[in-house]
């Protein structure tokens, strides 16, 4: 159980300082931007918290002070979601609306740090076990300074649930609107977690024994500090990111349609453009060749395909529409090739009318339809 804690603190530890890096070397260019400076102070004070829980892992007594390292974990922790409200504000609302909740907000943690401090020293923190920080111990003191310690953590968590969502309706960039709907499951995530806290402290203090159950506050707080490192960086990462599956799904559709493209160019060369080659660095371009030459050799078929044949194997088909669509045309389009290469012109063919393409209105929709068509032409030649 102790293996499970530590390494969920130390994914959590991780992030922090994954995306606190990758922040800061975008210092030259963004240093100016009064967001972007409120954003660092976030990841450092989000980094913080681990480093003095790593602290608290390790030796109970900091700067000679007994348990200082919990205290002030607690502290930069309740600093921390005071600024990821503040960068929430500075999302969505205008500046004048910014400042004055931006201060309501730095006075509400400044009070809720004094009172954390002074319920510590009121509840003689520095000379307890550090134990009794985690469960409560039945202390009152203790009790109290843990659930107050709880609550701070909660209710930001509860606000910006109840924000993220109608601004993230507003958000004009993509960008944005991804950040802030991370933000939103990140609420929840933590919410969670200091619920588990909650059930943790008083099931302790009540001296009921709820097993590995008390795991689930570790693994949403990791889940949670993960999907907030994520959302305080995906602003700059998020449109690389989104071109880079873009990219991979455009490359997925390039190889599934190339057994199709080969057949129809073996038995059709003139309908290349260019010689057939390797490289993929205009991917866009070569998707676009390709699906133009597998329609281009599929016309050239017209006069070999037999629209009154069915295709073979297709009463043993189970699917949906589209499917059993795409393997009749695949059917079809393997017997063409065939008719073709035996020189066969079926008396029903389709050259004297106009081709049945499949109506399709935008690129992505007609590259999606003759992925499935290609995807049952291998199967059938599979089944061959």
Excluded at 57 to 68: K, Q
Excluded at 227 to 253: C, D, K, N, Q, V
Aim: charged share 20%; hydrophobic share 45%; glycine share 6%.
């Amino acid at each position: 159980m102790n293996t499970t804690k530590t390494l969920c603190f130390a994914i959590s530890a991780l992030s922090s300082y994954a995306a606190l890096v990758y922040r800061l070397s975008q210092m030259r260019r963004s240093w100016r931007d009064t967001a972007y400076r409120t954003l660092v102070v976030a990841l450092l004070l989000q980094c913080l918290t681990f480093t003095m829980g790593t602290v608290a892992m390790g030796n109970e007594r900091f700067l000679g002070v007994g348990n200082l390292a919990i205290l002030l974990m607690h502290l930069s922790a309740v600093a921390f979601v005071v600024s990821a409200q503040i960068i929430l504000l500075r999302w969505a609302t205008d500046a004048e609306d910014t400042g004055r909740k931006a201060r309501w907000w730095l006075v509400t943690g400044v009070v809720l740090n004094a009172l954390l401090t002074a319920l510590f020293f009121i509840a003689d923190g520095p000379d307890r076990p550090a134990s009794d920080f985690n469960t409560g111990s039945g202390q009152p003191l203790v009790l109290t300074y843990l659930l107050a310690f709880m609550l701070s953590q909660a209710v930001p968590c509860v606000t910006i649930l109840r924000q993220c969502g109608p601004y993230a309706r507003m958000a004009g960039r993509t960008s944005l609107r991804q950040a802030l709907r991370l933000l939103s499951v990140t609420a929840v995530l933590l919410f969670l977690y200091f619920l588990a806290r909650v059930v943790n402290v008083l099931t302790a203090a009540c001296g009921i024994d709820i097993g590995a159950w008390t795991l689930a506050a570790s693994v949403f707080s990791a889940l949670g500090i993960i999907t907030l490192s994520l959302s305080l960086t995906i602003s700059s990462w998020g449109a690389s990111a989104t071109r880079l599956l873009e990219w991979a799904r455009g490359y997925r559709s390039y190889r599934a349609l190339y057994p199709l493209w080969r057949d129809l160019y073996e038995s059709s060369p003139d309908i290349v453009l260019e010689p057939p080659g390797a490289s993929v660095s205009d991917l866009d371009y070569r998707l676009h060749r390709r699906v133009i030459e597998i329609r281009d050799g599929w016309r050239e078929l017209r006069p070999y395909i037999d629209r009154t044949a069915g295709g073979d194997g297709e009463a043993d088909f189970t699917g949906g529409e589209d499917s059993r669509q795409a393997f009749a045309e695949a059917a079809q389009i393997r017997q063409a090739l065939h008719a073709k290469r035996t020189g066969t012109i079926p008396e029903h063919n389709a050259d004297a009318r106009d081709f049945e393409d499949r109506d399709t209105d935008n690129f992505a929709a007609e590259v999606l339809w003759l992925t499935k068509v290609a995807s049952a032409y291998r199967k059938l030649g599979r089944a061959r």
